[in-house]
């Protein structure tokens, strides 16, 4: 009978949705959903992502080398992305860029429904667990795009769920298989094993103040095996210190500082833009919080929060780590601040037909969004891809010099045939090389040197760009002239080469 009991509610709750109910369903599918699958493909590294994918299926060997580009061709480099890499091959191969928004959007969805389980649970308010979701959100939408990353911040939410279940008594098991899942697909797993370490000494703590042993006990047991999950992965010390060598912890990446001038995801954040609107107003608006919430705030969950906040301000990269592991702390607060404020009665009802006409316009409005047709589900028009059409028909010998931004998209449509002098690849090709793309990219002093250095064979650049003016002048280099309305790329041969 209580059973039946149980049923009837959970049948009379989906018959009679409440406004909360709307609220949290258009959170999760009209935002985390709907934005994410209406903006196209247009990521610049998700191109030689794709390829790395391809050769790990079509080969059944993770490549450990680089086979890209002619400038460090043969240096030894680790994938340490290989498992999302080959996820998102088998699903562009099947599915093309529809099947990658698709994922895409699943994935983000994904995410922001376990954080907001987690937020519900941490807060006991569905209001203050819809706000601190949609803060959450909005903090990282800069961010998603078709990469990586996206198994991160799964994996996060994930882990931050299964900590909230055990400081509340839960078992911690689950972490084994997550790490081990985690490692092999996205490099920010530091910051979960951070996490874990912190609710270990938070069990320590409680031990050693006449708590409840037992959680610490826990904790000490689970924790070798989820070390041990780290070891599976098919190089398991390289991918193990491969994240504190591109944070540049070691000496061995101190040149990786050179790119922090040239990739936006690695400075700090410009207020002067609505994108981080969200984010600086979380910064400002939890002091207030703070002082008018009844919730009990953990120090140790405080200094982790700012902590996180200090390295978002210093990259921009981390604000979805500080979103995720902000957004159950802001729920609490947040239902903190409503429990010390009056209550208010009210005679206002929800009225079930509206609510459902609400919901019901939920996958309209979607639907509406939505690129139509399957080529408007990636935005090709800041790549040179006439360019490229055109080295396809035409070869023009093996060395391709191009701008960072668009190597990876030149490593999609023209490898094996061509080899890049550089991409999205930090980590392999060092500071030296984004200097030198710098010298080229603005014309600094030293700009023929470093041309006759790479000695391309051909040069495919933005037709607005000063290089391309001053090629238009050297006697060394001829324009092949393409179709006239492309204003995106020139593409310029040696002057001794075959005419057009």
């Known amino acids: 009978m209580p059973g039946k009991k149980r049923g009837s509610r959970v049948l009379e709750r989906f018959l009679r949705p409440t406004i909360s109910d709307c609220l949290t369903i258009w959170l999760l599918g009209g935002l985390c959903f709907g934005i994410a699958m209406s903006s196209p493909l247009n990521d610049n590294d998700i191109w030689w992502q794709l390829i790395v994918g391809k050769i790990i299926v079509t080969t059944g060997h993770i490549p450990t080398t680089d086979l890209f580009s002619f400038t460090v061709s043969g240096k030894p480099w680790l994938a340490h992305e290989w498992m999302s890499e080959v996820v998102y091959w088998l699903t562009y191969s099947r599915f093309g860029p529809v099947g990658l928004s698709l994922l895409k959007s699943l994935l983000i969805l994904a995410t922001f429904t376990i954080i907001y389980i987690t937020c519900r649970r941490r807060g006991q308010n569905s209001n203050a667990a819809v706000i601190a979701t949609g803060v959450a959100a909005l903090i990282s939408m800069p961010f998603w795009s078709e990469r990586p990353q996206l198994f991160g911040y799964l ?17 911690l098991w689950a972490v084994v298989p997550l790490f081990a899942f985690w490692i092999n697909v996205h490099a920010s797993w530091p910051i979960g094993l951070f996490l874990l370490a912190v609710a270990g000494a938070e069990a320590a703590w409680d031990r050693s103040h006449d708590a409840d042993a037992s959680r610490f006990r826990h904790f000490l047991t689970v924790l070798p095996f989820a070390a041990l999950a780290l070891l599976i992965t098919p190089r398991p010390f390289a991918h193990i210190s491969y994240p504190f060598q591109y944070l540049g912890l070691t000496s061995a990446t101190r040149h990786l500082s050179g790119w922090q001038q040239y990739v936006s995801e690695w400075q700090s954040p410009d207020f002067h833009y609505s994108i981080f609107a969200a984010f600086a107003l979380t910064l400002v608006g939890l002091p207030v919080l703070l002082r008018w919430s009844k919730a009990g705030v953990r120090p140790i969950e405080l200094a982790i929060v700012l902590i996180l906040a200090a390295a978002s301000l210093h990259s921009m990269r981390h604000m979805p780590l500080f979103a995720i592991v902000t957004a159950p702390f802001l729920a609490e607060i947040i239902a903190g601040v409503r429990s010390s404020a009056p209550a208010k009665s009210s005679n206002t009802a929800d009225i079930p037909l509206l609510n459902w006409m609400i919901l019901l316009l939920l996958p309209v409005v979607i639907f509406t969004r939505l690129p139509q047709g399957a080529s408007k589900f990636e935005d090709l028009s800041k790549f040179p891809k006439r360019a490229f059409d055109y080295l396809q028909s035409e070869p023009m010998g093996e060395k391709l010099l191009s701008r960072y931004d668009w190597g990876g998209y030149a490593i999609f449509r023209l490898w094996p045939d061509y080899k890049v002098f550089i ?40 037709c607005d760009q000063p290089l391309t003016q001053a090629l238009e002048l050297t006697p060394e280099w001829r324009r092949v002239r393409l179709h006239p309305d492309d204003k995106v790329a020139a593409v310029f041969v040696p002057a001794g080469g075959t005419e057009d």
């Open 155 to 171: 994996c996060l939410s994930m882990l931050v769920l299964l900590l909230q279940r055990f400081r509340s008594g839960g078992g």
């Open 423 to 462: 991409d999205g690849r930090a980590d392999v090709y060092g500071g030296n090389y984004a200097k030198r793309v710098l010298i080229l990219d603005h014309l600094k002093p030293g700009w023929r040197r470093e041309l006759r250095n790479a000695d391309p064979d051909v040069i495919v650049w933005p």
